[in-house]
């Protein structure tokens, strides 16, 4: 059979799918097919497959492996699960391990002495042993730090989020060879079906360049009681895009975690035309650096942990907030609107506040009592973690530009800071400007200050506008 780019391809129909009698036979035909495509080095084609396709997960069941272009045609499956939690498809390259890796090379992004990584396109996948973070608050787990790097010809193409040449950092390393050629998933919609009482988790992707997800669905039951989703879990992973992801539901609970994306050390990451819904946050995500959502409509986008310059343009975020820690760079918001909606919390179980700067441009932020404030840092203590990458707490530079408040209730004061608890003894690092700059009002009359509460700051903060009132509506205030 071939395909319409002219090369040979596989059907399930040539594995027995149209004998199947039951849903698990049914999926075994299409492991068989997809294992023999990989085999082959060619495609699998679903044209002439009736669809939905209804599938059961055996007891024996491997993830159905997936080769570089897999287009599912419009083919929606149905799933059932009833024996182990499971991942459905799987995009993986084999990492090998280095034996040592230099730290000052690291930095310098200069490979030429290395003989597995001094020639080709390599794929430099890194983990601080040293623990970043010793004890997230409340868990039972730390955080371990992890960057990607991008060689060619043992020269890098970026840098790791923070250096790694100094006494305290330990890294070890895999690699891989990856080419430029774009991986594909499309065209496809999972059903996880009531029936299941087990997880069925659709996509795994691990240690890959250049990937496109496009046009995938996922649909879960809204009155399932399991948790702890990764509907679609990336791993170590460069140049990857998502674009016109629908998931409607995850497993998860409003006192439960759950994620539709599940992101661990990413470099270069575009978010397209993603729209979802769940009890939890959409997104989980650690070790992230250069990432650009655009165009989506999302409850929660976070980086629980590490990561480095985060883009977000016309994006729709509501009722819950954006979460996270040990950022660096920038994070900018453009022609966003957030609605009952915190822009940033920093997320303090984990106690590590680094500097960075927060730039809102041509925002609406449709605001109420309950949060009234752009930046929630939760809790300052004198609580110290033993790297010194993180023993100081640092709160971000904050630009405004051309913002609109839409108050939905009346209340008095915006703080551009929230503390639950401030006892912070020592001076708070980083900050110096907060610049507000032509910023609407609607719905009623505002104090704007910078926090709920006193705190010492190693720098001398320039506020402008600090304690000015911005008139009822509307009333436009140009700061310049």
Known sequence: MSTAFGQYSLSPCMFGYEEATTDIERFFALYNTHVAALNEGVHVDYDGVESPINIEIPEDAKPIPLTEYSNFGGATFNVKNTVKNFYLFRLETIADTLDKIDKKEIDDGK????????????????????????????????????????????????????????????????????????KVITDVTINRTSSSTYKTYCFDIKNEYNINICDVNINTPNDNKLYADNAIRITNCAKVTLDHVRINGTYSQTDHYGYGILMDNLWDTHVVNLKSSSK???????NISKILLQDCDINRFDIHCYGRDVTVKNTFFSNLYNQYSSIYGTVLYDHCTFTNHVPVLLESSYNAFTGFELVLKNCVLNMNPKNYYLVDARYFTDKTNNRPETKAKCLPNVTMSKCTINMIEEFSKLFIFHFSSMTYSKNVGYISDIKINDLTVNGGRLTLKVCTKDFKHEKKINFPLYNQHFGTMPKQLDNK
């Open 280 to 286: 939890w946050g959409i997104f989980g995500s650690n």
């Open 111 to 182: 490979f030429k002495s290395n003989k597995e990584l001094k020639t080709g396109h390599k794929m430099l996948i890194l983990k601080d042993d040293s623990l970043w973070v010793d004890k997230r608050e409340g868990h039972n787990y730390g955080h371990f730090r992890k960057d990607l790097m991008l060689l060619k010809d043992g020269v890098s193409l970026n840098k790791p989020i923070m250096p790694y040449n100094n006494p305290q950092s330990n890294p070890s390393a895999q690699y891989c060879s990856y080419t430029e050629d774009v």
